[in-house]
């Protein structure tokens, strides 16, 4: 019987990527349910408001610490596939789609939550363009190869992951004061709390606006590359 030429734990790299595409589905869901129930809560009596809902941070917390365990996880696996030894094709190929499906999950679910501001809506669109564009160049022939991850794009990946980060805290923090209720009138306002919220949220915009340009600007550079590919593909072919 021969043996496995595989190194031990080859498999837990995939099964981390695989476990980040789960988890990216679950940010997206709890920031759904996040949004539902605010709407709820909008179209409901005064009375609702006061007494607060608990399902807003619920559904808050859920998307903020499911997000931070699937980011760690592309930290990770990267890590284990370079001490294990596991590279593999089907590992080069999932991992930057775990990737944008995370951080498309969680604008989509973000926008909902928030009721689409401009703010959010524009970096977020940006961003998301660029990345389908990107993974349709990829997935032609020859395209992982002719396409190669830029530093430029990994620092665009981690400015979009602190960027959501940001913005998660801050609805967590806001969803958190909520499920307390509002004071009655005349009552004072925790605003202390809130104005956190508030600074955080802004910092978590500012980096996505940042985000949004370097995915711009990564998105040039790989459509330039990919055309170029093309022509010296067809050149070689007619030669």
């Known amino acids: 019987m021969e043996a ?7 498999w837990l790299p995939n099964a981390l990527t695989i476990a980040r ?20 809560l909008a179209d409901g009596s005064n009375d609702a408001l006061l007494i607060g809902s ?41 991992d930057p789609i775990a990737d944008k499906l995370l ?4 604008l989509i679910g973000l926008g909902y939550a928030l009721y689409w501001p401009a703010s959010l809506l524009v970096p977020a669109s ?6 389908v564009g990107v993974s349709v160049l990829r997935g032609l022939p020859g395209g992982r190869r002719s396409l190669p991850v830029t530093p430029l ?16 805290a801050g609805l967590a923090l806001l969803a958190v004061f909520l499920s307390r209720g509002m004071p009655a009138p005349g009552e004072p306002l925790d605003s202390a709390q809130l104005q956190a919220a ?9 980096l996505l606006w940042i985000a949004a340009a ?11 590359a990919a055309r170029q590919a093309a022509e010296d593909t067809l050149r070689d072919t007619f030669d």
Not at 4 to 10: E, K, N, Q, V
Not at 63 to 79: C, E, K, M, Q, Y
Not at 103 to 106: E, G, L, N, S
Not at 153 to 168: D, N, P, S, V
């Open 4 to 10: 496995d030429p595989r190194p031990p734990l080859w």
């Open 21 to 40: 595409c789960g988890l990216a589905l679950m940010v997206g869901w709890a920031l759904l349910e996040y949004g539902a129930e605010a709407r709820l």
């Open 54 to 94: 608990p399902a807003l941070a619920y559904h808050a917390l859920t998307a903020l610490i499911t997000f931070a365990a699937a980011a760690s996880t592309d930290l990770v696996d990267g890590l284990l596939a370079r001490r294990l030894n596991a590279h593999t094709a089907f590992g080069a190929w999932l």
């Open 103 to 106: 951080v498309a999950a969680a």
């Open 126 to 131: 940006v961003i998301i363009a660029r990345d």
């Open 153 to 168: 794009a990994k620092w665009k990946t981690a400015a979009e992951l602190a960027a959501i980060a940001l913005l998660l």
């Open 198 to 206: 508030q600074y955080i949220s802004a910092a978590g915009v500012g």
């Open 214 to 224: 370097l995915s711009a600007i990564t998105g040039v550079a790989y459509g330039k």
